[in-house]
Structure formats: structure tokens, C-alpha cells
């Protein structure tokens, strides 16, 4: 854990978000959370911290692993990146998600109704390209999940459980708490793997 206080949290995340025309296109699948304003904060807060490491040409995937119901934080970067999305989650509701994405005419956002352990080979076999991962809401192992997968940077939040959900193999670029995320433990990390040079930043 880094030594410092965690700050005191503030809605600058909100205040951003809300002021634009796509929180018009978000607010539907947040909305259904029981604490928006947390999901919201969380993951805006993974587009904040792992956007400076995504390409500036070409073609790249972002993987959203337990990403929940209703695949929010792969809705957040298929509007405000160009990245191919996908959201792997085992409880999934596919018809609210496909219902929200043919309203909008969202494009470059898949789904994956599974555990991430169920569906690692199926992502790590698609054709390729550099490969980003968020950790926003998941309960599982970050660096087992990262052990099968050709990754080049990650976003990983210690929601509720952080011996799980931070990295204690990797050494982070970032190790930090994010005073922007309104829940209860906003400790993150940004993860880069030195050893792959397919996904360089912009």
C-alpha cells in the first residue's frame, strides 16, 4: 500500500461526466445501479488513469473483466475511445445490454456472458492486437487472470477486496488512491508490461 492518507473524495468525476452530450447515452445503464454515483466514479476513473497508455493509430481492444449486469465500464470506453470493448461478466443481463446498444447505435462493444476464466482463451485468441484490461468492479486473482493474457497495460481498483484485486506480482506504474472515486476503498493501480512493445502510448 502506498504511505500516504488517502484524500478526501470529491465529484470532479461526476461534474466531468455529466456536463457532456454522451452522459445522455450512460445514464440508462448506470442508472440501474444501486449507487450510481459509485459505478460512475469507478469507472471513469479506470478511463482517467489507463487512457494515456492506449495507442494513438490504430487498432486496439480493451477487456473489461467482472464488469457487472449491465457492461458499464465497456460502455464508457466504447463512447469515449476508439477501442474495441469487450465486457466478460457471468451475470450479464444480455438483453438490456443489447437493447442499450441498438438504441444508441453503439459500435466496437461486445459482451461475454462468463467467468474471465472461462473465456481467457477464446480472448487470447482473437486476431490480434494490443490488448489493455480493467479490473473495475472484478472478484477475482488480477494476476492470474493477466498470466493468460498477451496484455500491455491494465487498470485494476481495490473495490472491496484488495488482496485480490490488486497486483502483488507486477510492480505498478501507479500505486496511488484516486480521490475522484466515490466508494469505499479507492486504492488503484496502473500495471505496463515493459516487455511488449504492441501497444505503444500516444
Known sequence: MPEITPPTPHGDYLDRLMRRESFAALWPLFARATKP???????????????????????????????????????????KTRAENISVDPVINDEIVAGWRDEFGIERFAWRRAR???????????????????????HVDVDAVLDRL?????????????????????????????????????????????????????
Do not use: N
Not at 487498432?59 to 464488469?67: A, E, S
Not at 474471465?116 to 468492479?137: G, N, Q, R, S, W
Open 37 to 79: 454515483a459509485k459505478e460512475m466514479t469507478e469507472s471513469f476513473s479506470a478511463l482517467v488513469h489507463l487512457r494515456p497508455h492506449l495507442p494513438s493509430v490504430g487498432p486496439f481492444r480493451v477487456l473489461h473483466v467482472g464488469d457487472g449486469a449491465h457492461a458499464r465500464t465497456a460502455a464508457l470506453f466504447a463512447i
Open 116 to 138: 474471465i476464466e472461462d473465456a481467457v482463451e477464446e480472448i487470447a485468441a482473437l486476431p490480434p492486437m494490443p490488448l489493455f484490461v480493467t479490473f473495475v468492479h472484478a
Open 150 to 202: 498477451p496484455w500491455c497495460a491494465a487498470y485494476t481498483l481495490a473495490c472491496c477486496c484488495p488482496g485480490r484485486q490488486l497486483s502483488r506480482r507486477h510492480r505498478p506504474e501507479r500505486d496511488d488512491w484516486d480521490a475522484g472515486v466515490l466508494s469505499d476503498d479507492r486504492h488503484f493501480q496502473v500495471l505496463v508490461r515493459l516487455d511488449r512493445t504492441d501497444g505503444a502510448t500516444s
